[in-house]
């Protein structure tokens, strides 16, 4: 029955509470010596949650037990009263690495079920939750994980790393989300075991060393693989541009230790080498990451040198149009100009000039014969017989390639300073495919794949292994639609747009033009696509979502009698993505997609 108040009744009440509001010493109902103050407002309180959040006040480690206090708050940051479950691993620190065992050998495990434990309500939403482990003790180290909840009124927490022993990890999360994109998310192996640390920061790696530690299950691990087995072995065959040896690309810290001769032997067995590998016999303190010499040479190009191409200018007799080449080395103080003539001469390194045009905001490839000039100061002056009209500009890409030995070359890309628009940064290729040498005709994966636009840009009609126009869309498909069908991107998360492009894409700045599009015509020319859809297509690959493109004025494989002919690229297109699609927009596409 609802309870009935009469006006004047309300009335009373509320100035009743006003006048012990006012006139209260902040004493009331305190037995206590004068002046104390009175127990506070009882704070709000909830015996439920849809998500669960845990404030670890203090742990301690004890003989055979370890002890927490615990707070829990609800999703609206409420304390959350009645938790029925708690959880928590510990995975020891042996001589041979990280360990939890299914028979009790190393580390151990708990739940408020355990003979022995005990989940206690101190105050409200407080908890203590003390949980037997036989190996524990107060000068244990290792992997301690807890989680709260999993009953029918209190949601499962994340698991968080409470605490970890300091120097357990060769590399970080930071490195394996480079690619793996908020594995909690997008994960494509039990992604709900990701942990989070107690500032509530992800740990994937003490999340995920809880189970696989260095110690395999027949020799008393927890599971089959370890932690050192699936980031080597599974990171063994990418397709393209990739070596499974360089070491880098996950360790950015050098390596000096390492806990078992199988973090060597499970990488040498899988690659055909029955070598033994005699781990007494490298000397204390050796970066293991050198002993794969391949690629440190690699490292040092890319570390110590950039390249600069700067704005392509007119000349002044009106017959050409230039941009000026400069190559520095920064191992000492300030950054050193080197003789770029003097380099090529020695076969150090070898240069690719390419001047393109921008037309009508289409990129193509400008005609005409290119010179150069070398200077005093060690750059170059490329120069071009050609000028830029009305309505066009030239932009300059330059190609570096650094003959580090006979066999390998490493290449460095640079575009000039008005060139054209670029939204990756320049590791993005690099993190994955970490052989930055050549590929595909000189070529390579560093700088953003920006040596790519020699031949891959917007104007060209290509091929791209029937999978999309241009750079853009090409790349879109070959990792994650049509040209790259069970390729490695399939493990990564294609919403995780951030491992490549460094920021929001401006669907406004996207020209609304078309671009040649036989890559997505069966090698058949003569067909052109509006370049916002182009490159969603190159992901969106099926056919509601081709026909929602077109349904709002994008167009995929338009004959060219109907652009123009050969002025094709004057043609407007009708996209209207942005509309909907720009960022901030109701259906903005970081709603959708990790930038």
Request: glycine fraction near 10%; charge should be negative.
């Amino acid at each position: 029955m609802m309870r009935q108040f009469n006006k004047c009744k309300v009335a009373l009440v509320i100035a009743s509470a006003m006048t012990l509001a006012a006139c209260s010493d902040g004493k009331d109902g305190n037995d206590g010596a004068p002046g104390e103050p009175g127990p506070g407002p009882t704070p709000p309180s909830s015996e439920t949650s849809l998500e669960t959040s845990v404030n670890v006040l203090t742990h301690t480690l004890e003989e055979g037990v370890i002890k927490f206090e615990l707070e829990i708050t609800n999703e609206e940051d409420v304390l959350v009263t009645g938790l029925q479950k708690a959880s928590v691993e510990f995975s020891e620190l042996t001589d041979n690495g990280i360990a939890r065992s299914r028979d009790g050998l190393f580390g151990g495990n708990a739940n408020e079920a355990t003979e022995g434990a005990s989940l206690t309500e101190t105050d409200l939403g407080r908890y203590e939750f003390v949980a037997p482990i036989e190996n524990i003790n107060a000068a244990s180290e290792g992997i301690i994980r807890l989680s709260v909840g999993g009953s029918e009124k209190v949601a499962s927490s994340n698991y968080i790393v409470v605490d970890k022993t300091d120097g357990i990890h060769t590399t970080s999360t930071q490195a394996c989300y480079e690619c793996h994109i908020d594995y909690a998310e997008f994960g494509s192996k039990h992604p709900h075991y990701t942990a989070i640390n107690t500032d509530g920061e992800a740990d994937f790696l003490g999340g995920c060393m809880s189970c696989h530690g260095n110690i395999i299950r027949d020799e008393g691990g927890y599971t089959r693989n370890t932690i050192q087995k699936i980031g080597h072995i599974n990171h063994m065959n990418f397709e393209k541009g990739f070596e499974g040896s360089n070491c880098y690309s996950c360790h950015v810290e050098p390596v000096t230790a390492t806990y078992s001769d199988a973090t060597c032997s499970d990488c040498h067995q899988a690659a055909g080498m029955s070598e033994y590998v005699d781990m007494n016999s490298f000397a204390a303190g050796t970066d293991f990451r050198r002993l794969h010499t391949k690629f440190p040479e690699q490292v040092k190009v890319n570390e110590v040198h950039y390249s600069v191409m700067s704005e392509v200018v007119e000349t002044e007799d009106g017959l050409s149009s230039c941009s000026t080449y400069s190559l520095y080395n920064t191992e000492g103080e300030e950054a050193v100009m080197l003789n770029a003539a003097e380099m090529v001469v020695d076969g150090d390194i070898s240069l690719t000039i390419t001047f393109q045009r921008l037309l009508h905001n289409i990129i193509d490839n400008a005609s005409g014969t290119t010179t150069f000039t070398d200077n005093e100061d060690g750059s170059r002056e490329y120069c071009i017989d050609a000028l830029a009209v009305d309505g066009e500009s030239f932009s300059a890409l330059a190609r570096t390639v650094f003959q580090t030995n006979e066999d390998d070359k490493v290449i460095m890309a640079t575009l000039s300073e008005n060139g054209r628009r670029l939204g990756v940064t320049q590791e993005s290729c690099s993190t994955c495919h970490n052989v930055a040498g050549e590929y595909h005709r000189t070529a390579g994966f560093a700088d953003g794949g920006a040596s790519c636009l020699s031949c891959h840009y917007a104007g060209k009609d290509r091929r791209s292994a029937y999978s999309g126009p241009g750079f853009g869309p090409m790349i879109h498909s070959m990792h994650w639609g049509n040209g790259g069908e069970g390729n490695s991107a399939d493990k990564l998360a294609a919403k995780g747009c951030v491992a490549c492009h460094d920021g929001v894409i401006d669907l406004y700045e996207v020209p609304a033009q078309y671009m040649p599009s036989k890559s997505m015509n069966n090698n058949v020319s003569g067909v052109y696509t509006s370049q916002i859809t182009a490159n969603c297509a190159g992901c969106h690959t099926g056919n509601s979502a081709r026909q929602h493109m077109q349904d709002n004025g994008g167009d995929i494989n338009k004959p060219e009698d109907e652009l123009g002919g050969d002025e094709w690229f004057l043609a407007p297109t009708s996209e209207s993505c942005a509309v909907c699609h720009a960022e901030g927009k109701t259906f903005g596409i970081e709603k959708y997609h990790t930038f």
